[in-house]
């Protein structure tokens, strides 16, 4: 289908959607010409700030994470090498979701029991399933950023003095963000995503809130096409932002 | 320090890259201010053996001496590599930094020097390998053999009393080949004591005090360079030299 076409599908299910007639569409609940509907699209998108807020911690935790499991997972001895690969492999491995219910219900019984008392809510519950998951994806970005660094560079670093941590400062990790940044930058568009996950253990988000709203107005199709477009709206201005990285990273790599 | 003490002393060394061994029960000792030049076919070990002496390869069995200081932990290797300089033949020059910040980085880093120090230093030993003008540049600004000329002036910025050459030439065009070579000789002639890597003849000619020939990970002969170009006595040497020396 093309663009063309499935825009003017839209318009014509949207307008057809409009006469609110019974058993037929019913976009009258989130109208912003009635004080109900306008009601219902202020519920709806004041969860842009919870996503928003979820997403950027989960993925800034999930950004230093990554980067304490990748470096031992790129030394020489084996055993600083293994754990991080076993992490890496045994996190990718698990679906969100049941991540999700375990650290939201079973975690804060598992602290429990080793003496140390913290409720998790839903919020930070959310936020270090997602960091943990996203982790082990943000790990290996780092991995092939650092290794399409020349050996040569970190040896030329050796001998003019520099230590493991002023060389990856000073002569590595200046060179390799250039590689890391915009598959970083992309990994943000799947937190994004997954945060609608949030919504099953009660995080009042974007989802959350749709899901609430389908309850009181049964209006399923409406009130999901607006949280699709929502999302959609969101994920293209990441998308936008990652397209100017990729580029402004690239034109400094022909200088 | 008393005339006895050696640069480097290797005893006994062995090297094993899985079940290759590239490096079979290598003797060597090197006097200060000593210029060793060591020649031999491809995959002979020769990068291997002065990777050996700053640490870059660990080795499997033997001892390696530096200056009195024995490698043995992370600690020892970090004195060594303190008194040694590594030019390797790709250059390794760090790419997002101007030739200046190359120089600096690490007498500020790692020896604390202040910046002025540093820099004034580096300035210093741009004009020894006579590149001053370039010091604001990138290193790809700059052609092969100057890359090459600010690898050596970043490790004489640290001061290193042994330094090591891995084919310093091997990756330049003909035509820049002598500027970087009449850097190092002058190195030579002030006394830097060194083990270069190098096919070039009519360098180790110039420079060497002795010439070291390796084959299959073995130091197979070792002689001044009169005697070792004139007379050698190994066969294996001399086909080896036969081939170098025709073009
Ligand atoms: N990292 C490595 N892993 C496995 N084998 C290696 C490694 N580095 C070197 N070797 C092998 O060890 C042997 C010696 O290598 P080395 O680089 O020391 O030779 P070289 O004399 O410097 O040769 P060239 O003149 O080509 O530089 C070669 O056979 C090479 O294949
Ligand atoms: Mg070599």
Known sequence: MTLKTSIALACILFVAGCSAAPGAWGWYVIDP?????????????????????????AASLSMVIGLLVALPGMSSNRWLRYPSRIYIEFIRAIPLLPMLFWVFYGLPVVLKSIGISVSIDAFWGAIITLAISDSAFTAEIYRAGIQSINKGQTEAAKTVGLNYAQTMRYVVMPQAIKRILPPLANQFIYIVKMSAFASVIGMQELTRRANELVVTEYRPLEIYSLLILEYLVLVLIISFFVRWLERKMGSDESK | MSNKSKAIEIHALNKWYGSYQALKDINLTVDHGERIVVCGPSGSGKSTLIRCVNSLEVHDSGQIIVDEIEMKDDESIHEIRSEVGMVFQQFNLFPHLTILQNLTLGPIKARGMSKVDAEERAMRYLERVRIPDQAHKKPSELSGGQQQRVAIARSLCMEPKIMLFDEPTSALDPEMISEVLD??????????????????????????????????????????????????????????????LQH
């Open chain 2, 183 to 244: 850097v190092i000789v002058d190195l030579a002639e002030d006394g830097m004591t060194m083990i270069c890597v190098t096919h070039e003849m009519g360098f180790a000619r110039r420079a060497a005090d002795r010439m070291i020939f390796m084959d299959h990970g073995e130091i197979i002969e070792t002689g001044k360079p009169e005697e070792f170009f004139e007379a050698p006595k190994s066969e294996r040497c001399r086909k080896f030299l036969s081939q170098i």
């Open chain 1, 33 to 57: 010409r009635t004080t109900s509907g306008y009601n219902n699209i202020r519920f709806l998108l004041n969860g842009f700030g919870a996503t928003i807020l979820l997403s950027l911690i």
